[in-house]
């Protein structure tokens, strides 16, 4: 019942773009927070980016900080990650996460984003 579901991944040159969406279904979207996480071979899982609810709180990793530029929209039920300037150390599957208080958070299934010449 509870979905999420990343798409947008793919293979890009070094220096190039991709837009990551995230559709929700199942729970209030509008009240939950949103995180983009990566996880490249090898890696431990890291955050990239979350924001608030109303998209007024906004945090990014400082790999990612001046490239990346996380979104939301409430009337779709998704959440974005504009990810420009991308480097080969990008290269990672990205997931998208709704947290929860006291109760175990919502994960999506993963995109694959390949970043190389």
């Known amino acids: 019942q509870v979905r999420l579901v990343e798409s947008g991944g793919g293979l890009v040159q070094p220096g190039g773009s991709l837009r990551l969406s995230c559709v929700v279904s199942?729970?209030?979207?509008?009240?939950?927070?949103m995180s983009w996480y990566r996880q490249a071979p090898g890696k431990e899982r890291e955050l990239v980016a979350t924001?608030?609810?109303?998209?007024?709180?906004?945090n990014y990793a400082d790999s990612v900080k001046g490239r990346f530029t996380i979104s939301r929209d409430n009337a779709k039920n998704t959440v974005y990650l504009q990810m420009n300037s991308l480097k080969p150390e990008d290269t990672a599957v990205y997931y998208c996460?709704?947290?929860?208080?006291?109760?175990?958070?919502?994960w999506g299934q993963g995109t694959q984003v390949t970043v190389s010449s």
């Open positions: 199942g729970f209030t979207f509008s009240s939950y927070a």
């Open positions: 924001i608030t609810s109303a998209g007024v709180g906004i």
């Open positions: 996460k709704a947290i929860r208080v006291r109760a175990s958070d919502y």
